[in-house]
């Protein structure tokens, strides 16, 4: 069982910066290959991000354009999503997900666990 908790959402202006945490309890956090998405109202849940639990690869969404960097580290079990160059269509709820020992996908349903969600706004 895994719990996530993420933080570091809020208002921000175009242009900025955000570094996005989630916190996982449980003791075999290393195993576990860790994912971020992303859902603005009305619409569906986007992937964004994941890290590879194995060799630490990282994956990027369409949406990223290189703006998105995910990171973890596993002595503190946590995973980052830092953002830059924050734009208003960045306006989410970003939520992260963990499954076990795979590879991590693009699609949702593939994950096991989720945290509630951390609420990016930005602002023109």
């Known amino acids: 069982q895994v719990q996530l908790v993420e933080s570091g959402g809020g208002l921000v202006q175009a242009g900025d910066s955000l570094r996005l945490s989630c916190a996982a309890s449980g003791r075999t956090f290393s195993s576990y290959s860790m994912g971020w998405f992303r859902q603005a109202p009305g619409e569906e849940r986007e992937f964004v991000a994941a890290i590879d639990w194995n060799d630490g690869w990282t994956y990027y969404g369409g949406s990223a354009e290189g703006r998105f960097s995910i990171s973890r580290d596993n002595s503190k079990n946590m995973v980052y999503l830092q953002v830059s160059s924050l734009k208003t269509e960045d306006t989410a709820v970003y939520s992260c997900?963990?499954?076990?020992?795979?590879?991590?996908?693009?699609?949702?349903?593939?994950?096991?666990?989720w945290g509630q969600g951390t609420q990016v706004t930005v602002s023109s």
């Open positions: 997900a963990a499954v076990y020992r795979k590879v991590p996908s693009t699609d949702p349903t593939t994950y096991d666990y």
